[in-house]
Structures are given as C-alpha cells and as structure tokens.
C-alpha cells in the first residue's frame, strides 16, 4: 500500500522534512492511539463489555446474536443517525469529549478523515493476516492506510445497473448497455418511444454517484505520497465522465433529481425512469421503494467505456475502533464476527430484504440464500455482484476530507437547473479540499 500522508503539521515539526513509510506510521500510531489486549473477562469472572454505535439495517439483530452467542464479550449498542444525517458530528463531538463508543460505523469514504483528525486507532496488532485475508483486496486496500489497518470491512458496493425489462423491451432494446455509448443509445431509443420516459437519473445530492463512476473510468482523486497529498480531482478522466453526463443532462436523456425524493420514486412506479445506476444494495433499496413493479426490473453490469468489466464502489462500511478505547482486541472480536462469520451476516439481513454484499466472499452464498428475487423474476442477481465486485478498480484512495469535498460538489450540482454545470463543481470540489487540507496543515500538491 502507498504511504498515506496523514500526519498533521505539527506532527511534522517532530519529524524529518519528507516522512518515509515508517515515519507516517509513527505519527499515525501517535496520533491514533495503541490498542490492548481485552478480549479475556476480568478478573471477577465477568464479561468485557464494549459500546458500539451504528445505523444500518439489521444492527441491533447482529449485536443480539452475538451476545447471546458469546460469554467473554458483550455489546451495548446504541443507534446513531446515518453518517451524513448526523452520525459523523455525533462521532466526532464523542472523540473530542473523551466519550466515544469503543467500535463504531463508518462508510469507507469518510475513514481517512477520522484517522487524519485521530479520531480511531491503529488496530494492526490485533488484526492477523489470516483475518484480513477473509475480505475483498479492493475493501483491504480502503481500510490500509499508511500501511496500518484502521477498521474492518463489513460489505462492498461494487456499481450495478439495475433497468426495466419491460421498458427496454418495449422500445426495441434487446439487451442492456455495455458501454457507455450503449447507455446513451438505448436512452435515445427509450424517449423515442415514450417522450416521458428516460433511462435514469443524474442525482444532484449525491457526489458518491459521480465518485463511482470517476474511479470507475480510472480516476485518482487522491494520491498519498511520502508527506503530501496530490489532489487530482479535475484529472483527464473524471474529464470524461463530466463531459458525458453534461451532455446527457443538456440533451434531456436523464432526469436531474434528488436521490430517493418523491419524484424520484414516483417517476420510477409511474414508469417514467427505466433504469437506476446504483450499487449491489441498491437491490434491495429498489425492491421496497418500488414493490408494485415486482417482476418487472432485472440487474446488469454497470455500462464501461470499453465494454470491459470495471467498476467503482458506491457506499460500502467499516467497523473502526475509537482512539481512546482499552478494549481494541474485544471490539475486533465483535467486528470480525458480524463481517466473516455466517451467523452475523445472517442475522444481518434475516428479513430477506437487504441485498448487502459481503466484503468477504465465502459469505455471498449466505446472502444470496437470504435475498428474495421475486422482484426480479428469479434472476441471481448476486451473480452480477460477485463479478462487479471482482471489477472493482484496485488504487482508488479516498482523501482525508471528503466532507469538504462532497459539500462544494454537491453545492454545485445543486445549480444544475439553474445553468450550472458539472464542471463547475468538479472545480468547487478541487478549490475546497485544497483549501481544507492547507487549514489543517496538510502538505498539498496539485
């Protein structure tokens, strides 16, 4: 893994000018904390008990099944907002207050930011190859920063086309797009047929979207090398796929809505959108957002470039343990259970609504069992996921403050019905994590 440039100004001051490997590990490990040994009970015969905070689906089952299931190890959860709906702020209010759980949720994105602010711990210690060789590489390489492990994947996003069978087939489209061009050809064909009709949304709320699909065309937005961040975002290829959705908006083969409003859902029972790029649990999304349109959608590979198999991640969470935890070893205990074991993914998505994909392999076939596919006539969607993960572009680096960078994109695209332009906000994004970086006393190049 590439050295990953989080240690901050004044850990710099303490430090040679340019940080080799090791010395960015020290100043991580610094910052971050070290973990203890806490798995056993203690002495008087009880269990360790740990606090946990999380939000997805299905997460006090988990904690459930594994304190029923173990005696040296009890969790106490507690469910917090999603990450952006107020989770993070509630995280990292706790850190600063000395009160933070022992082991909490993050998506992959927002990892590298708590790690740079010393928010979690360095858990390599107690983290053995054998465990780590359980997950997806892609989901290893975003949770390896500097060279230390920072948090356990629980599930993977690789990209998905998911569209309308029926749609696609009355508009004369025979098979779904696997190129890009293919994508906007088979758009054409649909409005032809039906002026209301579109082949999906472009989603002005959510950077993540055009995150995927910029790793997916080979972006690297960020680039951790020896003290310095390298910011790309405006690169040739994020270039690309700008260009493309720009057109696709000004020549109305898309609509432009938020993701998961009302006209969103609307336009998708009504018809009036055939198809949704999402992610592997966007399966599940769509099944209970649409369910009078069971029978009717069906999931593909995500549209490439070159026809080639290729994806980005969209979404996708870790399990990471807070700096001042004593109890590192148990929370690991607890995390690795509920992402390689069949019992914690089972008592995950026991409701067979959730199509999450697990970042370890062995565990699919347990998910696809738990999945329902009537909504999608009986395909096997997970067979769609296990190549899409397979495709997912190794190398992609999340930076240390994509909440400033997520805000000025997303401020912009907020401006697109306004005669605002995805460019404009791939600059926004490119002005601001600069900016924030530099506030930190991060070293930046460009």
């Avoid at 107020?86 to 790690?115: C, H, M, R, W």
């Avoid at 999340?398 to 695209?413: E, R, V, Y």
């Avoid at 926004?428 to 930046?444: D, I, Y």
Wanted: charged residues 20%; glycine residues 10%; neutral net charge.
């Amino acid at each position: 893994m590439p050295t990953t440039p989080f240690s901050s100004r004044r850990h710099r001051t303490r430090a040679a000018a340019t940080l080799t490997t090791a010395a960015v590990s020290v100043a991580l490990l610094a910052a971050c904390g070290s973990s203890t040994d806490s798995a056993a009970p203690a002495e008087d015969g009880k269990p360790v008990t740990i606090t946990f905070w999380g939000w997805a689906k299905g997460t006090q089952e988990v904690v459930d099944a594994f304190n029923a299931s173990h005696k040296d190890v009890q969790v106490k959860f507690e469910a917090i907002p999603s990450g952006n709906a107020g989770g993070y702020a509630k995280i990292s209010n706790a850190v600063k207050a000395g009160n933070a759980p022992d082991v909490f949720n993050t998506e992959y994105a927002q990892l590298p930011d708590f790690v740079s602010k010393g928010a979690v711990q360095d858990i390599t210690k107690v983290v053995s190859s054998e465990l780590k060789a359980k997950y997806l590489p892609q989901s290893v390489e975003l949770t390896t920063l500097g060279g230390a492990t920072y948090g356990l994947p629980l599930d993977a996003a690789p990209q998905v086309f998911f569209y309308r069978k029926d749609l696609f087939d009355k508009a004369g489209i025979t098979s779904p797009p696997k190129t890009w061009d293919e994508y906007r050809a088979a758009a054409e064909k649909l409005k032809k047929a039906d002026p209301n009709s579109r082949i999906g949304t472009f989603f002005p709320d959510d950077p993540g979207v055009f995150e995927a699909m910029s790793w997916q065309a080979g972006a690297h937005w960020f680039k951790g090398a020896d003290d310095s961040w390298k910011i790309d975002i405006k690169g040739a290829e994020t270039q690309r796929v700008s260009d493309y959705w720009q057109k696709m908006i000004s020549d109305d083969l898309v609509r432009v809505e938020p993701s998961f409003s009302q006209q969103w859902t609307a336009s998708l029972q009504k018809g009036g959108t055939a198809g949704y790029l999402g992610a592997a649990w966007g399966g599940g999304v769509l099944k209970s957002t649409v369910p009078d349109t069971s029978g009717k959608w069906a999931a593909a590979a995500v549209p490439t470039w070159d026809g080639q198999p290729a994806s980005g991640m969209l979404g996708g969470s870790t399990f990471a343990v807070s700096k001042d935890s004593k109890k590192a070893k148990a929370a690991v205990e607890f995390a690795s259970w509920a992402t390689t074991t069949p019992e914690g993914i089972q008592a995950r998505i026991a409701s067979g609504t959730s199509s999450m994909f697990p970042a370890s392999p062995a565990l699919v076939p347990v998910a696809k069992a738990a999945f329902k596919t009537d909504f999608y006539g009986g395909q096997d969607i997970y067979s769609i996921f296990v190549d899409a993960g397979k495709s997912i572009k190794q190398g992609w680096e999340w930076g240390p403050a994509m909440g400033a960078t997520n805000s000025a994109i997303k401020d912009s695209f907020g401006k697109l019905s306004q005669g605002g332009t995805i460019q404009t906000a791939v600059d926004a994004g490119q002005q601001a994590t600069v900016a924030e970086l530099n506030h930190r006393g991060l070293k930046v190049a460009e």
